[in-house]
């Protein structure tokens, strides 16, 4: 179950330093899943033994223009509602802005889990002028150095004890799918063809659709749970447009589920949103079949799907080993391919390969070609060994890991799917020292 913080707080107050503290360690370990980007706005955080995901919302701010403080207002009451826990940054050497009041004004009224860290205590002396920021009505609030990490143990400790806890897991065991993509590209009409009800409203203006759902279906022999996220605008009124406001949806959808549908609208291509979101299903080691709903609406000829394919997996190479399937929806084509797609992509996600049959394989393999060797010292592979983790995880043991470079890992990961089928998983590869 994913737990999300998200970090507020106006620009210039610390916000990405303090996101890159947080997520600094586990980033790492995320990146090597082959093909990720980093960016500043949403990382992996571990405190404690607790996880959790964190949000700059300050990632977004940038392009907008004069509507600057109602973008960020609108940022803070999306932040509200999506977030488990929401970091109020402030500056403790400009003191309390308008800004600040304003923020603080909201989370008062709406929110119900808040931090506030005052930022840039970098020194002891400080600490006393950090309690001024109490006038803003606020409790839990610790004085921080983003850049030189004073008071954040303290901060996170307390931080890690409001998180939801495990304990509100789900009783069902059901693997969960759920279906990310842009506002109208087709989500709820999807999930109403699926139901067969008109649970959801539809209407051709985006997010009219309630909240966050569990559908138990039956399909093919198969029981899983539908997780239906299109549309949790109740509270806040909020302009959809917003990228931020569609990237917090698809963070939340997607860590709530095994296998996500990215939804892409045809008549709009694969935008950089698309991208994102795709980036996001790859980096939350989640499983993927990518819809490309509306195919209706597009004139085709023989070749119109292999060139969408390809532009498609152009955008999200190196990793293009997953299911694309043109739908559409009005007229209920392929949405039953598309939920088998699913089924298998969760059968793969889920495929263990014994270490005899991994050795038996890969270990000529690797001989024939072996890793390149590095000033003059050769590496070699003594076994692997499939961990047990969420997504398919292989360990090489070899004499000198260090020396494996990643054109390599992208070689061993290519066998893999080419052996077995892992479409629409991201897989690790590590190499380790024995
Ligand atoms: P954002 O706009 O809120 O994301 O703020 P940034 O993280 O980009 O930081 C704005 C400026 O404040 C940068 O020059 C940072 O180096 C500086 N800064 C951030 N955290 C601290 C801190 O703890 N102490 C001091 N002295 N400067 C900080
Ligand atoms: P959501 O915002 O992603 O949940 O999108 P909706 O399900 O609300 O759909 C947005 C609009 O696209 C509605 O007017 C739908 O009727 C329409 N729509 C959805 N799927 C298709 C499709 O396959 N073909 C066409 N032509 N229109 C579709």
Same mark, same amino acid.
């Given at each position: 179950m994913g737990n999300i913080v998200a970090i507020v707080g106006r !620009?210039?107050?610390?916000k990405s330093t303090l996101f890159n503290r947080l997520t600094e360690t586990r980033q790492a370990i995320v990146d090597e899943t082959s093909g990720v980007t980093r960016d500043r706005i949403y990382g992996k955080a571990e405190w404690n033994g607790k996880h959790f995901s964190v949000i700059d919302?300050?990632?977004? *701010?940038? %392009?907008? @223009? @004069?509507q600057f403080e109602e973008v960020i207002r609108q940022q803070v009451l999306i932040a509200i509602e999506e977030a488990d826990v929401i970091l109020f940054l402030v500056d403790v050497t400009t003191g309390i802005t308008d800004y600040d009041e304003a923020v603080a004004d909201i989370l008062r009224r709406k929110a119900k889990k808040v931090i506030i860290a005052v930022n840039?205590?970098?020194?002891? #002396?400080?600490i006393t002028e950090?309690?001024?920021?109490y006038k803003m009505g606020l409790d839990n609030l610790f004085p921080i #150095?983003?850049?030189?990490? #004073?008071g954040t143990g303290e901060m996170l400790d307390y931080l890690v004890t409001i998180l939801?806890?495990?304990?509100? =897991?789900?009783t069902s065991d059901l693997p969960k799918f759920t279906i990310a993509g842009?506002? %109208? *590209?087709?989500k709820s009409s999807l999930v109403n063809a699926l139901i067969g009800e008109e649970r959801n409203i539809v209407?051709?203006? #985006?997010?009219t659709t309630r909240d966050s759902i569990y559908t138990e279906y039956n399909k093919f022999g198969h029981r899983f749970l539908l997780v239906d996220t299109a549309?949790?605008?109740? =509270?806040a009124k909020v302009n959809d447009n917003l990228e931020f406001y569609s990237v917090m949806r698809a963070i939340r959808a997607i860590e709530n589920? @095994?296998?996500?549908? +990215?939804?892409?609208d045809a008549t709009r291509g694969f935008e950089g949103q698309d991208q994102n979101i795709f980036n996001l299903i790859e980096r939350n080691k989640k499983g993927v079949v990518v819809l490309v709903n509306k195919w209706d609406l597009i004139e085709k000829d023989m070749h119109t799907a292999q060139n969408f394919e390809n532009m498609i997996k152009a955008r999200t190479a190196p990793y293009t080993d997953y299911p694309i399937i043109f739908t559409s929806v009005i007229e209920k084509k392929r949405i039953y391919k598309a939920l088998e797609k699913a089924i298998q992509v969760f059968e793969n996600k889920s495929r263990r390969i014994s270490t005899s049959k991994l050795n038996e394989y890969l270990l000529p393999l690797i001989e024939n070609y072996p890793p390149p060797a590095y000033k003059g010292k050769y590496i070699k592979v003594k076994y692997v060994t499939q961990l047990p983790a969420s997504i398919p995880t292989f360990a090489f043991f070899c %004499? +000198? !890991?260090?020396?494996?470079k990643e054109p390599y890992k992208r070689f061993i990961e290519n066998k893999l799917r080419q052996k077995w089928n892992f479409s629409g998983v991201p897989i690790n590869i590590f190499f380790r020292k024995k």
């Open positions: !620009p210039n107050v610390g919302t300050g990632g977004w *701010a940038e %392009n907008s @223009d @004069d840039k205590v970098d020194d002891n #002396s400080q950090s309690s001024y920021f #150095s983003a850049i030189n990490g #004073s939801p806890t495990a304990g509100e =897991k789900e842009r506002p %109208n *590209a087709g209407t051709p203006i #985006s997010g549309g949790i605008r109740k =509270k589920s @095994d296998i996500c549908f +990215l939804m892409v %004499n +000198l !890991p260090q020396y494996i």
